[in-house]
């Protein structure tokens, strides 16, 4: 009996021209983790609501860990969190997440993601996004996918303008002890299928669907 019988999300995988998604092992959880430790974003501004950069490398690191696990305990059909490990040449670069609540009544998923510091700026943030939103809306027919930033997070906006995201409100937040907007985004199946560019492929979704919520 494998893990793959209990655990069906071992093996979905989601592949672009560069890069694959799945589910971390030990040792790409551990490179990512070190891949944390050695910095997400530049450290004079924070992108996160929950400032888990905001600590020495060690601590940072470690909370990568506690989080995987952390989803991967509590996960249920009407409440989870995929957050998916991203490689590119089999070495990992960040990683990438989509979630929901009630998808199988609701149909709206929530997506997150970062990149370590030394793979910002070469596209890969939009071709992990794409490929998470072909699962939702291709894979498990979703209606609606959410996303936000805030004002000043150009990179993350940038992405989702390409994407085909429209503006859907603010939030007031504090970071760091200051007033902040969060720009909250919505992209409906419609306008995911005008903004489609990036090639998706999918595997081992059939097995997972119950893990979905969905039959």
């Known amino acids: 009996m494998s893990l793959l019988t209990h655990w069906p999300l071992t093996g979905l995988r989601l592949t672009t021209p560069r ?16 891949l944390a430790a050695e910095g997400v974003h530049d450290p004079a501004v924070q992108p996160f ?16 860990l506690q989080y995987h696990w952390r989803c991967w305990g509590v996960w249920q059909p009407e409440n989870w969190e995929l ?34 510091r030394t793979h910002h700026g070469r596209g890969l943030g939009t071709e992990m996004r794409a490929a998470v939103l072909d699962l939702a809306f291709a894979g498990l027919d979703a209606r609606h996918a959410t996303s936000g930033a805030y004002a000043d997070n150009t ?18 937040h504090v970071v760091r002890g200051r007033a902040a907007v969060l ?11 005008e903004h489609r560019r990036v090639p998706v ?8 669907l119950p893990w979905f919520g969905l039959g």
């Open 201 to 208: 492929t999918i595997e081992g979704l059939r097995e997972c």
């Open 83 to 116: 957050n998916l490990v991203v490689l590119q040449d089999g070495v990992v670069v960040g990683t990438q997440g989509i979630g929901a609540r009630d998808f199988a009544i609701r149909r709206e998923v929530h997506t997150g993601s970062w990149l370590g």
């Open 49 to 64: 609501t929950v400032a888990w950069t905001d600590v020495a490398p060690e601590p940072r690191a470690r909370s990568v």
């Open 155 to 172: 990179a993350s906006l940038g992405v989702s303008g390409k994407l085909g995201y429209r503006e859907d409100g603010v939030e007031h």
């Open 19 to 34: 890069l694959e998604l799945r589910l971390p092992g030990p040792e790409e959880l551990a490179a990512l983790a070190s």
């Open 183 to 193: 720009r909250r985004l919505r992209l409906t199946s419609d306008q995911w299928r």
